[in-house]
């Protein structure tokens, strides 16, 4: 199970009360680590609040929703801010959450809804295909990275949109994309797949460098510099670390 809350009281109290019915729990207080531990965790339950640092909680059910490997997953949504039946019945249909619960709750209602999801994945079965979809997408990865190598920029670009399309959380398809993109000289394509990348993993460095590489070329120039600072404090060795020193300060 995975509780994703910025408010480590919350955070806790949910923690163990999952604990407490014999549940392994991992928890994230901010969006990015959510995305990042749902991709390699495949947790069968999200606990999910609202309002997150880096990446809106709506933003994450979506994503979740619109992803084959994990639509199926269920989420817990928790929120202090949004209130009301119309509200949770709107939420329900545009971010596809399963249960809505407004804070501060009652323990015996969250247990309630967390009963309620994980009885409903037993009888679905969800969760039994996660390998296929994977797989699938891994092999939309790898033919796509095959028809780069054969000079078939488009074909390698539209194998890797749609490995994309069947995990939106598999950050190496959206770098891939973002480089492709870039072969191809389509700049602010390829800086979006390389943001989502960055969202996905924020400690890729190669994502960074190129994206910095990108927005320099974009012209954005505060944006470049910010960038590179975050490459810089990614790089892996003193000899690139003190070459982006050196491309900030003629940058600046």
Known sequence: MLVVDDD??????????LLSRGLNVIEADRGNL????????NPQLIVLDAMLPEVH?????????HSERFARTPIIMISAVYRGWRFAEDLKQ????EFFIEKPFRIEELLRAVD?????IKESGAGADENKVS??????????IEAYKAGRLDDAIAHLKQGTNIDPLAYRLHFH????????????????????????????FAAAKNLAILYQKAGFRHKASETWERALGLAPDDETRQS?????????
Do not use: P, T, W
Not at 34 to 41: I, M, S, V
């Open 8 to 17: 480590a009281d919350i955070r806790r109290m949910v923690v163990r009360l």
């Open 34 to 41: 959510a995305l990042r531990l749902l991709k390699d965790h």
């Open 57 to 65: 909680g709506f933003d994450i059910a979506r994503r979740i929703k």
């Open 94 to 97: 545009s971010c596809g959450v």
């Open 116 to 120: 309620s999801a994980l009885a409903g």
């Open 135 to 144: 797989q699938e997408a891994e092999a939309e990865l790898s033919m796509g």
């Open 177 to 204: 994309l973002g480089l492709l993109h870039g072969k191809k000289g389509q700049v602010y394509e390829a800086i979006g797949a390389l943001e989502r990348a960055m969202e996905l993993n924020s400690k890729h």
């Open 244 to 252: 982006i020193k050196e491309h900030l300060l003629n940058l600046l």
